[in-house]
């Protein structure tokens, strides 16, 4: 059960990568360089990804990306590779959506609700900021604050690979305790 769980939580930030890739990879990144560039430069190296198809489906978006082409949902949706076809379907396929009453009630229309349960001092240090309103406060969809998704997501994948890399020198020196006690 508990190899299950853990394949289960790599296998969601191995989709999240995928699903910025192919929902934002074509949008401007900063100095003429696009999403996909940037979350490729970040070098996400093979061995993070446990599951092969996912693996298949980055190289592809890789090697047309870097052939010239961004491939987008479409070039995978219409693919005559149905292994990809339901990769791509299960990554972007997200049921859930920010429901409107949270975004007009508890949300105060725009405004994180977290916001009002604050002491005051804490209150106007989170509202004012400089002398002006702090942009922070107010509460931004996914796709208008796409840089800190993707960053958030890159940073997700590198804590799963320093983990990785923890957990496997937890074990050599485990086994190297047992050799030596022999």
């Given at each position: 059960?508990?190899?299950?769980?853990?394949?289960?939580?790599?296998?969601?930030?191995?989709?999240?990568?995928?699903?910025?890739?192919?929902?934002?990879?074509?949008?401007?990144?900063?100095?003429?360089?696009?999403?996909?560039?940037?979350?490729?430069?970040?070098?996400?190296?093979?061995d993070l990804f446990?599951?092969?198809?996912?693996?298949?489906?980055?190289?592809?978006?890789?090697?047309?990306?870097?052939?010239?082409?961004?491939?987008?949902?479409?070039?995978?949706?219409?693919s005559s590779d149905?292994?990809?076809?339901?990769?791509?379907?299960?990554?972007?396929?997200?049921?859930?959506?920010?429901?409107?009453?949270?975004?007009?009630?508890?949300?105060?229309?725009?405004?994180?609700?977290?916001?009002?349960?604050?002491?005051?001092?804490?209150?106007?240090?989170?509202?004012?900021?400089?002398?002006?309103?702090?942009?922070?406060?107010?509460?931004?969809?996914?796709?208008?604050?796409?840089?800190?998704?993707?960053?958030?997501?890159?940073?997700?994948?590198?804590?799963?690979?320093?983990?990785?890399?923890?957990?496997?020198?937890?074990?050599?020196?485990?086994?190297?305790?047992?050799?030596?006690?022999?």
């Amino acid at each position: 059960m508990r190899l299950l769980v853990y394949y289960i939580k790599n296998n969601l930030q191995e989709q999240a990568i995928l699903r910025v890739l192919l929902e934002y990879g074509d949008k401007k990144w900063e100095d003429n360089k696009k999403v996909a560039e940037y979350i490729f430069e970040q070098n996400i190296d093979d061995d993070l990804f446990e599951d092969q198809k996912l693996l298949r489906l980055m190289n592809d978006y890789k090697d047309k990306f870097y052939s010239g082409r961004t491939p987008s949902l479409k070039d995978y949706t219409n693919s005559s590779d149905n292994d990809l076809v339901s990769a791509v379907i299960t990554i972007t396929n997200f049921p859930y959506e920010v429901s409107k009453v949270w975004i007009e009630e508890l949300n105060s229309g725009s405004v994180n609700y977290n916001i009002w349960n604050l002491p005051y001092e804490e209150f106007m240090g989170h509202i004012i900021k400089r002398g002006e309103i702090n942009p922070e406060i107010y509460y931004t969809p996914e796709e208008d604050d796409y840089k800190k998704l993707i960053d958030d997501v890159l940073d997700y994948l590198k804590l799963r690979k320093i983990k990785n890399m923890i957990i496997l020198n937890q074990v050599d020196m485990q086994s190297r305790i047992q050799i030596s006690k022999w």
